[in-house]
Nanobody, 124 residues
């Protein structure tokens, strides 16, 4: 599975962006997909994930209610709608895929495939 993340950019606080993660390969719906982010000088952290077929979702407390995640398995794409952005959301955002489901999707070690990252910058 190869992943391509896109949609990052520069936005003012309170604004919105939509990230996309498009996968190549088959059986996309067998994979859970997560988004992680890494800010300068900080460790990578979990943001949100969605399971394959059941589309169960898992959110970090910091983004719950602001960053809804969805997927279109026919298009092999997962979308991350980022609303009410804050300066502390500034980071490189990575999407990743894992052949697992449930709360395991919160753990970066579960993911076998990673995209290249897309920069999100939120100005105050």
């Amino acid at each position: 599975v190869q992943l391509q993340a896109s949609g990052g950019g520069l936005v003012q606080a309170g604004g919105s962006l939509r990230l996309s993660c498009t996968a190549s390969g088959q059986n996309f719906d067998a994979y859970g997909v997560g988004w992680f982010r890494q800010a300068p000088g900080k460790e990578r952290e979990f943001v949100v994930a969605i399971s394959g077929r059941s589309r169960n979702t898992y959110y970090a407390d910091s983004v719950k209610g602001r960053f809804p995640i969805s997927r279109d398995n026919d298009k092999n794409t997962v979308y991350l709608q980022m609303n009410n952005l804050r300066p502390e959301d500034t980071a490189i955002y990575y999407c990743a895929a894992a052949p697992v489901h449930s709360d395991r999707l919160r753990k970066s070690a579960e993911y076998a495939f990673w995209g290249q990252g897309t920069q999100v910058t939120v100005s105050s």
